[in-house]
């Protein structure tokens, strides 16, 4: 195996002063990172391949990422995944796949039986030490489902009546033991033994007709969201990519379509309040070409967050994030780089969605900032006249609601003396528009 160090006094010393995620490993000349697992907020797993040596890579920390050690695969890794700190998976290119059974230190290569020969295994979830299923992608938006009952060492493909074989993209999830879902097409209802093309039965209508689903993260069976990208073929500008919300188990979805992205490569949902994407831009910018997302109201509304650049390599394309814990996470481009926030992502800013209009800013204005005892909001032209206003603080969580007004034309006296000294946000929802406010507490 092999071993990189990553120096933390360098990293402090060159982090920007206010950066939320910071580089944790910059960029890697050879290295393309596909996908990442921590098992807790120190040892974690990032998967990929190396062009000089023209093997699969699966890197393992123990300290947070500090140190890595490497092991070389047969082929590109695409997918990882850990049903415990001893046994985990890896979904490598065309016929086989890798299994460890103490916890990433020798990894175990296994030969589909029979030979799934399609190009990439891109998504692989077990859910036990037996059952598991990989998809396997046929087409840009097209993929093939297996499943295995004996942990791996025979393969079947899951069949799906009166459609055949293909099912569309997306990661594979199971919220619970008996509901799975694979991005918008399939979903089961007893525990993967049976799958039905579920896109039928969305009664949301779809933007612009269809939606070709990245990644898929359910945080039970009726709360879930997917990312989407942009269509083979199609212009960078269309904006395709989008977060769909679902509170029904996937029959009605709310798309919210962020302006200049072009696609959601991962998601992560933390709490019923607190999730997490990253994605790439349309139109990238001369030393940005990627995005941190944070939402703290369950998706409704999404933020962006600042992230280290890469001086070497300043378009790192994210992949994948996962957060091991509340305040600690972990985000992998293709171009090699590792970053890492111990904030939570750190401070919000301010994103547009085209389907979620704000509330005019210079319609609205709180004061003072910072604040003691009481903050004031004072708004003009609002067509809405009932609103709510709840509080978050920096960490995504609720902190105080307000429950909802009818404004008179008058400021609202909003009591603040409660809280503790610190940073936080207070969300205004009126009719159809939004509008949130930082204010410091002291």
Not at 132 to 156: C, E, M, R
């Amino acid at each position: 195996m092999k071993k990189f160090l990553i120096i933390g006094a360098f990293l402090l010393a060159t982090s920007p002063l206010f950066s939320q995620w910071s580089l944790l490993a910059p960029h890697q000349i050879d290295y393309h990172y596909n996908d990442l697992v921590f098992l807790n907020n120190d040892t974690g797993f990032v998967v990929g391949d190396s062009a000089s040596f023209a093997k699969g890579i699966i890197l393992k920390t123990m300290n947070g990422g500090q140190t890595w050690d490497t092991t070389f695969c047969n082929g590109p890794i695409y997918s990882i995944q850990f049903i415990s700190n001893d046994i985990g998976f890896a979904a490598c290119f065309n016929s086989y796949f890798y299994k460890t059974y103490d916890g990433g230190i020798n990894w175990i290569e296994i030969s589909f039986n029979p030979p799934i020969i399609y190009q990439f295994n891109n998504s692989i979830y077990f859910k036990n030490a037996l059952e598991g299923y990989l998809s396997s992608s046929i087409s840009f938006n097209s993929q093939l489902l297996f499943k295995t009952t004996n942990g791996g060492l025979d393969w079947q493909k899951v069949f799906y009546p009166g459609t055949g074989y293909q099912v569309g993209g997306g990661s594979i999830c199971f919220p619970t033991n008996n509901i799975g879902f694979i991005g918008l097409a399939s979903k089961t209802f007893d525990g993967g033994s049976i799958w039905t093309q579920w896109l039928d039965s969305i009664i949301t209508p779809l933007p612009f007709g269809y939606v070709n689903v990245r990644c898929t993260y359910f945080l039970d069976e009726n709360f879930g969201m997917i990312g989407t990208h942009y269509m083979a073929g199609s212009p960078y500008n269309n904006n395709r990519g989008m977060i769909g919300i679902t509170h029904d188990g996937g029959h009605n979805y709310i798309f919210r379509q962020l302006n200049g992205l072009v696609r959601i490569s991962d998601i992560v949902m933390v709490d019923e309040n607190r999730a997490y994407a990253v994605g790439q831009l349309s139109v990238p910018n001369p030393n940005d070409n990627s995005v941190f997302l944070a939402s703290l109201d369950g998706g409704d509304t999404w933020y962006y967050q600042e992230y280290e650049h890469d001086t070497v390599f300043p378009y790192p394309t994210m992949q994948a994030v996962c957060f091991p814990s509340d305040k600690i996470g972990y985000a992998v481009s293709y171009y090699g780089q590792i970053y890492k926030t111990t904030n939570s992502g750190g401070e919000l800013m301010p994103i547009l969605s085209s389907t979620n209009p704000s509330l005019p800013e210079n319609d609205q204005l709180l004061y003072p900032n910072p604040a003691s005892d009481y903050i004031y909001l004072q708004c003009k032209n609002l067509k809405a006249r009932e609103f709510s206003l709840v509080i978050y603080n920096a960490e995504g969580r609720i902190v105080q609601n307000t429950g909802k007004y009818v404004y008179n034309n008058s400021c609202l006296e909003i009591n603040v003396s409660q809280l503790p000294n610190g940073i936080y946000f207070l969300k205004v929802t009126g009719g159809e528009g939004k509008q949130v406010h930082k204010f410091i507490k002291n």
